[in-house]
């Protein structure tokens, strides 16, 4: 069982992901827990204050170190060695090979932040690593916590009903996936290829694995450089 401990200021965010399709499964069949820590329960002010003016200047608010560093705290008694894991427009990106990394992981504290970002010095001090979704910037960091747990998530084991999808999809083995046809055989005068109603599984493998490969060729070059 995979336990994610999230911090956030927006818990109910991540219904989309708790509530629907396999990854609300998962959890409802134990095979990942979900808990939450809100820094604003943390805060020591009258008015439950996480965010100051940055120092210097400039637009916008920062997430202060304190209500953070004790929700980090509660997070990790929880959690003894989860790693802490903030993600951030400035971390590594999120891969596959990543998600699988993570996937043998028994649990991990993902830190979503808000604002202009959080203090630099929790990411000195409380973090372990950063984890981008893509180079462009959302306003918070709940939806790529949630795109790093569904992908997590797909991946232990008995998530899926079949194994093999995983095994099969795309950027496994650096490859992407190749096209998928279901009834009928013909639609609009578009006919599913041949290779696939024949029934010769064989001939079936050997045609999807070079479709992996055309496909990658025409729409992902870069990532046949590895
Ligand atoms: C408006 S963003 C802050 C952007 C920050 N000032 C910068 O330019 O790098 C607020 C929060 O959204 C999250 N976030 C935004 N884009 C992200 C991305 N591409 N990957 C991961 N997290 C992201 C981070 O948690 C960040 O603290």
């Keep these: ?23 609300g499964r998962a959890i409802t069949a134990g095979q990942a827990e ?24 400039g637009p916008g608010m920062v997430m202060q170190v304190a209500p953070l560093r004790a929700a980090i705290k509660a997070a990790k008694q929880e959690t003894a060695d989860a790693p802490v894991i903030y993600l951030s427009p400035q971390g ?11 996937s043998e992981l028994p649990a991990m504290i993902l830190l979503a932040g808000r604002y202009e970002g959080i203090d630099q010095r929790i990411i000195d001090r409380d973090v372990d690593e950063c984890i981008s979704i893509g180079d462009y910037v959302l306003s918070g960091g709940e939806l790529p916590a949630m795109t790093l747990m569904d992908a997590v998530m797909r991946l232990l084991p008995g998530v899926l009903g079949d194994a093999k999808s995983a095994e099969v999809e795309s950027f496994q083995q650096g490859l992407l996936d190749h096209p998928h046809y279901t009834r009928p055989e013909e639609i609009d005068g578009q006919r599913v290829p041949d ?7 064989a001939e079936v493998e050997k045609w999807r694995k070079a479709q992996r490969v055309e496909q990658t060729q025409k729409l992902r070059p870069d990532l046949l450089k590895d």
């Design 1 to 23: 069982m995979m336990k994610f401990s999230i911090i956030t200021l927006f818990p109910k965010m991540f219904a989309a992901l708790t509530e629907f399709g396999i990854t």
């Design 34 to 57: 979900v808990v939450f820590h809100n820094p604003r329960d943390y805060a020591d002010n009258k008015h439950n204050n996480v965010d100051d003016k940055p120092y210097g200047g």
């Design 92 to 102: 590594k990106p999120l891969t596959q090979a990543k998600a699988a990394e993570l």
């Design 195 to 201: 290779v696939l109603l024949n029934g010769n599984h």
